[in-house]
């Protein structure tokens, strides 16, 4: 161990023997974030020293050059890394690493050993650490470790080897300079195990950039090139680069700059659509750069997509896919957050369940709907744009952010029937309302096609009163969450009475006419609810047809068929839920049928009618017919007797 005092051979607490064992016995997947800890630890000892110079100014230390130096050595088979920071004290050692001197010891084994047994990498990886014990992870790549440190303000130094194992070595040493040296004595390549060449200096970088890029202090490494003639130069390499652009000010960074990370954080290789630069400072302090894609990724509907922003504390990577950060329905976004005040490897469970990650995560989402609004009233063609490729997703946040509803209404965006091009938000179609109109009038469907040709649309277009056109799944959803936008509830023209022919105070002759219709039609429409009875649940007059003979609509709490298809598609069972069928009283077919009954209500022809009619109406919705051949047989029956 070199020059100094004797050597004391020290026993590990029960706890810490516990949990390099695990650590050793590879719970880890990922082995490289041995050396993230280790840059992480030299890089909080380096802030600690210019904290205390600051301080005391009887601390005689050189900041001048504060960094952070990794050697090779192939030969002894060793990687180092070495700080000039604050270093330790020989009680700092043993307080530090021979004891885990944090509560809740026992739960964090608990969970290690969880994660070693269901063999979950992820898990135990943002598990290593958590406690403050990320130095262990130096055991998972090497069969031994020397660290040599001197704290700043004192005169002799000190030693400290282990195997990991039961114990480990301490002892004085002189003349070390001020900072911490840790020496991995490494074992062997093993890809197996997923154990890299760490003496690859292609490796090592590819670890840094990953992980420790924008930490603030340079990270140096010796080079060694030889050139085509065989002569040998060497130099000294800073691997990261520093530029925590979301640590500056924006009007420091220019737009290259942000579109060359964003390019490198999510491997996209257009521009963003919208940048995001934020600063909060107070009770927690952290730092956001949030980006909003071009265009959507296309697992961007995919169950295993994963979400979330990258999240650092202090300019060090934590983890990816930070989703206690980002809402599911903002899975599009990507970006890093730089908290201040967090520990360094605190895990996915303690953040989802941090009041003041919840705090942030409630701007981070307010900034990103302001954002898209700012775009929706500045930009329209590039809020169009935004909208055509992520508003299915925004559509989700309708169901599951309620906290935000409002902002996510004015944001909303549909095709309707003003215009066949263009879309319409729900701020315009209010503004657009005809003079006594209360509701907004939509249609869900599988397409604009189908929609528009649907037979509730007929009384609405005659009328011209503007609907909108839902054909994305959500749709289907969300309209019943939203009880109303602006004051004006949202009105399904399939779902419930819709009596566009109200009479005015005083119009008794309209009011003549309806009674009139009910009064012709008093006999059929209980009939036909009798025969149909396996199908609707009830047979009435209809206000909202012009040209077609019947449509078939719901309640107005009813789900929607098309609903009803998607829950079965996912495996759930839905009861059937019964409609009602509404007949054109004006129709040539339906006066017929009215009269026909009235002639001979026993003849067998006319169930053979009616069943085609219903099923007329559950196509002309895009339904699906129960018996697609009887129906077949029964139409070919009857045209062929009309012939």
């Given amino acids: 161990m070199g020059t100094g005092g004797s050597v004391e051979t020290l026993e590990f607490q029960a706890e810490t023997r516990q949990l390099l064992q695990l650590v050793i016995h590879s719970i880890y997947s990922n082995k490289d974030i041995f050396l993230r800890e280790l840059i992480s630890n030299a890089s909080d000892a380096l802030d600690k020293l210019r904290l205390e110079s600051l301080i005391d100014s009887d601390l005689e230390v050189d900041t001048s050059d504060l960094h952070i130096a990794l050697a090779v050595d192939k030969d002894a088979r060793t990687l180092t890394v070495r700080d000039n920071g604050i270093g330790m004290s020989r009680d700092d050692l043993v307080e530090l690493i021979g004891t885990i001197a944090k509560s809740g010891t026992a739960g964090l084994l608990e969970k290690l050993k969880e994660a070693k047994e269901t063999q979950d990498g992820a898990a135990a990886q943002n598990l290593i650490g958590q406690f403050g014990v990320g130095f262990y992870s130096a055991f998972m790549v090497a069969d031994k470790v020397t660290l040599r440190t001197r704290r700043a303000g004192t005169d002799s130094g000190t030693a400290w080897e282990s195997d990991g194992e039961g114990t480990y070595e301490i002892r004085a040493v002189d003349d070390l300079p001020v900072g911490t040296s840790v020496t991995l004595h490494l074992k062997a390549a093993d890809n197996e195990d997923g154990l890299a060449d760490y003496l690859s200096e292609w490796k090592i970088r590819q670890i840094v950039k990953q992980y420790s890029d924008f930490i603030r202090w340079p990270i140096r490494m010796a080079t060694e090139r030889t050139d085509a003639d065989g002569v040998t130069t060497h ?33 996209d290789g257009l521009d963003p659509a919208e940048t995001i630069h934020m600063r909060a400072e107070g009770n927690f302090e952290y730092e956001a750069l949030l980006f909003i894609p071009s265009q959507a990724p296309f697992d961007l509907f995919s169950r295993e997509t994963k979400r979330g922003v990258q999240l650092y504390v202090k300019r060090v990577f934590i983890m990816d896919d930070c989703e206690a950060l980002m809402p599911n329905y903002l899975r599009f976004v990507k970006g890093v957050v730089d908290a201040h005040d967090l520990s360094l490897n605190i895990s996915r ?51 599951e952010d309620t906290d935000n509803t409002e902002a996510l209404l004015e944001l909303v965006s549909a095709a309707s029937t003003h215009d066949p091009e263009k879309t319409t938000t729900l701020r315009e179609y209010v503004e657009r309302m005809k003079e006594g109109q209360d509701a907004i009038y939509y249609l869900t469907g599988e397409t604009r096609a189908m929609v528009e040709n649907s037979p509730h649309m007929e009384a609405f277009a005659a009328k011209g009163y503007e609907v909108l056109i839902l054909t994305d799944p959500v749709d289907e959803v969300w309209v019943d969450q939203v009880p109303a936008f602006a004051g004006h509830a949202l009105q399904s023209i399939a779902k419930g009475q819709v009596d566009l022919d109200e009479p005015a105070d005083g119009d008794d002759g309209a009011e003549s006419d309806k009674a009139k219709r009910e009064e012709d039609f008093a006999a059929l ?14 047979v009435r007059l ?9 449509c078939i609509v719901g309640d107005a709490h009813d789900m929607t068929p098309t609903l009803e298809k998607m829950y079965r598609a996912m495996g759930q069972e839905m009861p059937p839920v019964k409609r009602i069928l509404e007949l054109n009283p004006t129709h040539p077919l339906i006066t017929a049928l009215r009269s026909a009954h009235a002639t001979n209500a026993e003849d067998p022809a006319l169930a053979e009618i009616v069943e085609l009619v219903y099923g007329g109406a559950l196509l002309a919705e895009g339904g699906d017919l129960p018996d697609p051949a009887r129906f077949t047989r029964l139409l070919t029956n009857h045209l062929a007797r009309g012939l």
């Fill in 235 to 267: 130099g000294v390499d800073t691997l990261n680069s520093m530029k925590a652009l979301w640590a500056r000010p924006r009007s420091e960074v220019t737009e290259a700059e942000y579109a060359e990370f964003y390019k490198q954080i999510s491997h």
């Fill in 349 to 399: 469970e303690i953040l989802q369940h941090d009041r003041q990650i919840r705090g942030v995560r409630r701007r981070l989402v307010k900034k990103v709907l302001g954002a898209i609004k700012d775009m929706q009233a500045k930009d329209g063609e590039r809020y169009t744009k935004l909208w055509a490729q992520f508003g299915r997703a925004l559509k989700e946040g309708l169901l």
């Fill in 525 to 538: 429409l209980p009939w036909l609810t009798t025969t149909l009875s396996e199908q609707v649940k009830q």
């Fill in 542 to 550: 209809s206000s909202r047809l012009t040209t077609s003979a019947a």
